[in-house]
């Protein structure tokens, strides 16, 4: 299940000055776009803008064709820092995060326990945080934003603190469980190959205030240098 997700003239600002143009993007329903950009582009602000945590200044955001005006159970988002409870447990984590759906205790359990193996972590459903290295804390966030089985993932950075071989391993799963669930993912990210491995099209944010400043589909199959040559200069250009 996935939703559209479409940017109609969004601007935003936090009071004063704006930090991102008017802008119009559509991703469609089961799509994957990478959002690239330098430090302070605005790529967080269109996440958040996205998850209902951001009011947009001008413009409006809808996902499904229904306005956006707070978060909601069919946005998941996954942060770089994973913002888990460490007085629950993995399962207690993402039980959690299924109260607003209203299910009941044991159906709430079941859905956890099911996300948590999706994520490879059915062993660590009873660990609390302390007790998981970073790349286990992130599949608990990662279960977390799948449990409610949302039409649109949004993920800020979220392998942006983990080491090398445990980020490889966390975006195999990540292409693994969007060709399987089939929800649309905007993924924010400073890493153009990250961007190119795991989306179908890479969106370069710039300036101050932000703007798109390209627009690329990413072909399946191996790595494109002439593209990856292009995002690049787009994102050096100021
Ligand atoms: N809550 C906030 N209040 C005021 N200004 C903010 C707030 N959040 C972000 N900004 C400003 O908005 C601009 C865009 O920030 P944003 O976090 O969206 O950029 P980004 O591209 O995601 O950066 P990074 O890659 O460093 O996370 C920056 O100038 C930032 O300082």
Same mark, same amino acid.
């Given at each position: 299940m996935?939703?559209?997700?479409?940017?109609?003239?969004? /601007?935003?600002?936090?009071?004063?000055?704006?930090?991102?143009?008017?802008?119009?993007?559509?991703?469609?329903?089961? /799509?994957?776009?990478?959002?690239?950009?330098?430090?302070?582009?605005?790529?967080?602000?269109?996440?958040? $803008?996205?998850?209902?945590?951001?009011?947009?200044? $001008?413009?409006?955001?809808?996902?499904?064709?229904?306005?956006?005006?707070?978060p909601g159970p069919d946005r998941g988002v996954v942060?770089?820092?994973?913002?888990?409870?460490? &007085?629950? $447990?993995?399962?207690?984590n993402v039980e959690f995060a299924l109260k607003r759906l209203g299910l009941?205790?044991?159906r709430r359990?079941e859905l956890a326990?099911a996300a948590?193996?999706e994520?490879?972590?059915?062993?660590?459903?009873?660990?609390?945080?302390?007790?998981? /290295?970073?790349?286990?804390?992130?599949?608990?966030a990662l279960a977390r934003a799948l449990a409610a089985r949302p039409e649109v993932l949004l993920?800020?950075?979220?392998?942006?603190?983990?080491?090398?071989?445990?980020?490889?391993?966390?975006?195999?799963?990540?292409?693994?469980? &969007?060709?399987?669930s089939?929800t649309?993912?905007?993924?924010?990210?400073?890493?153009?190959?990250?961007?190119?491995?795991?989306?179908?099209?890479?969106?370069?944010?710039?300036?101050?205030?932000?703007?798109?400043?390209?627009?690329?589909?990413?072909?399946?199959?191996?790595?494109?240098?002439?593209?990856?040559?292009?995002?690049?200069?787009?994102? $050096?250009?100021?």
């Open positions: 996935s939703l559209e997700v479409r940017l109609e003239g969004l /601007s935003v600002g936090y009071g004063a000055a704006p930090v991102l143009r008017p802008t119009d993007l559509v991703f469609p329903a089961g /799509s994957f776009t990478a959002l690239l950009g330098p430090s302070g582009c605005g790529k967080s602000t269109v996440l958040n $803008t996205v998850a209902g945590f951001v009011r947009p200044a $001008t413009g409006r955001v809808t996902a499904g064709g229904t306005e956006v005006t707070g942060f770089q820092h994973y913002a888990l409870f460490p &007085w629950r $447990t993995a399962r207690g009941p205790r044991a359990r326990l948590l193996a994520v490879g972590l059915a062993d660590g459903a009873e660990k609390y945080p302390a007790q998981l /290295s970073g790349g286990m804390q992130q599949r608990v993920m800020d950075e979220p392998f942006g603190a983990l080491d090398a071989l445990t980020r490889t391993r966390m975006q195999a799963l990540l292409r693994e469980l &969007w060709e399987r089939g649309t993912v905007l993924f924010v990210t400073h890493d153009i190959d990250e961007a190119l491995a795991l989306a179908g099209r890479v969106v370069v944010l710039g300036g101050s205030p932000g703007r798109v400043l390209a627009d690329h589909p990413v072909p399946a199959g191996p790595p494109d240098p002439a593209l990856r040559e292009s995002v690049a200069a787009r994102l $050096t250009t100021p």
